[in-house]
């Protein structure tokens, strides 16, 4: 709803301060270079300023769970970083951090078919002027975006691609599209 400026975000920026799993709040203020840095951090960061508060212990509760907990708050940006379509960002920072450890355009390549993948990915980072080489936590946010819009550019050229997923069922040589 935040992608969307929709519900209690049409009006304005609404802040939440919530409650989440220490290691789940840490992997959303995650900034570049940390060992904690994920899809989850880019996409949060795209919309939000977050700031991690503090932990809470998991002894302040009843039952105790086996966690702690981390105290974060979400101040919703005027705009967001990558000013493209959520589900297009999502798609996009999914597949490049799939292979985390890995160069990040090990995962950018299966944003595209087998046949062109290499290609494809190589043009789009070279569209973002981003180094193939760089690993998915090394990427800042408007790197991201760069990325995004590069893809988003190959999208407008070659509309077939928009909807590939390289983990669609594949039937001989034809790739059968799963339901969205």
């Not at 304005?12 to 203020?29: D, N, Y």
């Not at 977050?50 to 101040?75: C, E, M, Q, R």
């Not at 043009?123 to 990325?147: G, H, L, S, W």
Request: overall charge positive; aromatic content about 10%; proline content about 6%.
């Amino acid at each position: 709803m935040i992608s969307k400026q929709e519900g209690p975000w049409a009006f304005g920026r609404t802040r939440m301060t919530l409650t989440f799993q220490k290691e789940v709040a840490e992997r959303m203020a995650a900034r570049i270079l940390s060992d904690q840095r994920c899809r989850l951090s880019v996409m949060c960061q795209n919309w939000c300023n977050v700031n991690y508060k503090f932990d809470i212990s998991g002894a302040a509760f009843l039952p105790k769970p086996d966690v702690d907990v981390g105290v974060v708050t979400l101040t919703p940006l005027k705009h967001p970083i990558i000013q493209l379509p959520f589900k297009m960002v999502e798609k996009v920072v999914r597949q490049i951090f799939s292979m985390r450890q890995k160069y990040s355009i090990r995962g950018a390549q299966t944003l595209f078919p087998e046949d062109v993948r290499e290609e494809m990915a190589l043009r789009m980072y070279k569209m973002a002027d981003i180094d193939p080489v760089t690993r998915p936590y090394q990427i800042a946010n408007m790197e991201f975006c760069r990325i995004c819009h590069a893809y988003n550019e190959i999208i407008k050229e070659y509309p077939e691609f928009e909807h590939y997923d390289y983990r669609a069922q594949k039937v001989g040589k034809k790739v059968v599209e799963q339901e969205v």
